[in-house]
């Protein structure tokens, strides 16, 4: 595992298709949770040591996999994902905490839902222990191979509407660190100048399809 904030750590990569890397990542705030997921458990016994974690969140359908029950057993954690999925993610460990509305939950994560990518896609947002903000997007919004930023839109599972009006509402938030869980790129986790944000959402917003940019 790696340090890559002083209060976020992450997971080794997994690859689960080609060109296409995964990370999973430990926030230790209020207390301990885990962002996305990991495909194996060779991370378990750093986790243990780094103090484990009580929850456990996912952004959207993609993410789950036959480990989350593994996670669940060894940690005796909770998993919070969207409700919209309950029936795709629960064919692998039934949702405790099932997430449909914005609000801020007791560990100090700020739920938002951005569907689009896929029917319940959600980011979350927390504030770091130096006080920054990070974003955890998923698959919604990343860098791409190229360095632009980039919807998740895939043609043919995506709505491209739902997806654009949820990259709108993410320009009301204002991160300084924007850490999604699949990418193309070198790495997942990104330390943004907070004014440039809209841009960003601007560009990511271009490269969908023309009917749903206005």
């Known amino acids: 595992m790696r340090r890559v904030l002083p209060d976020l750590w992450e997971t080794r ?7 296409l890397t ?26 243990e040591r780094l103090g484990g974690f009580t929850d456990q969140y996912l952004s959207h359908q993609d993410e789950a996999g036959p480990m989350l029950s593994n996670i669940a057993e060894r940690f005796g954690s909770r998993l919070h994902a969207p409700a919209a999925e309950v029936d795709e993610i629960g064919r692998f ?45 998923g698959d919604t919004l990343f860098v791409g191979s190229g360095g632009a930023w980039t919807a998740g839109y895939i043609d043919g599972y995506s ?42 959402l601007e560009q990511a917003l271009a490269g969908l399809p023309t009917s749903t940019r206005s």
Not at 23 to 47: C, K, M, P, Q, R
């Open 93 to 137: 460990t039934p949702i405790d905490v099932p997430l449909d509305e914005r609000h801020v939950d007791g560990n100090g994560v700020e739920v938002l839902p951005t569907p689009g990518h896929t029917v319940g896609s959600t980011c979350y947002l927390v504030r770091g222990v130096d006080g920054g903000r990070y974003l955890f997007t």
């Open 159 to 200: 709505d491209a509407s739902a997806l654009a009006e949820s990259l709108r509402f993410l320009q009301t938030v204002t991160p300084d660190v924007v850490v999604s869980s699949a990418f193309p790129s070198e790495s997942g986790v990104h330390r943004i100048d907070p004014q440039a944000w809209p841009a960003h």
């Open 22 to 47: 995964t990370h999973a990542y430990l926030w230790i705030g209020n207390t301990n949770v885990l962002f996305y997921s990991t495909a194996g458990d060779a991370d378990f016994a750093e986790l």
């Open 13 to 19: 990569a997994d690859a689960p298709f080609p060109g």
